[in-house]
């Protein structure tokens, strides 16, 4: 994303946490992700969410779902979330 810059004024971190407060598809956060990485290669990045959408399911059957998953970003620009 051309929108996002990645400043560098401090010593290297060893792991870095992104918090976002919607995921639907995951795509800023794995641009976010990405861009970190390639600043700090030696970094672990992780996203933390607030809510994180269920796409076009017909019936929810709870709202309150907290999950751990994965996000995959592909050459084509386009993730995959897991949940």
Partial sequence: M???RVYVDMLPPDAITLV???LTKGSTAVACA????ERFPAAT??????IRTQGLIDEI???ADPSIGTIIGYDSGKPYRNP
């Fill in 2 to 4: 051309a929108s996002l």
């Fill in 20 to 22: 976002d407060y919607v």
């Fill in 34 to 37: 990405n861009l970190l990485q």
């Fill in 45 to 50: 990045i992780r996203i933390f969410a607030m």
């Fill in 61 to 63: 059957k709870k709202i």
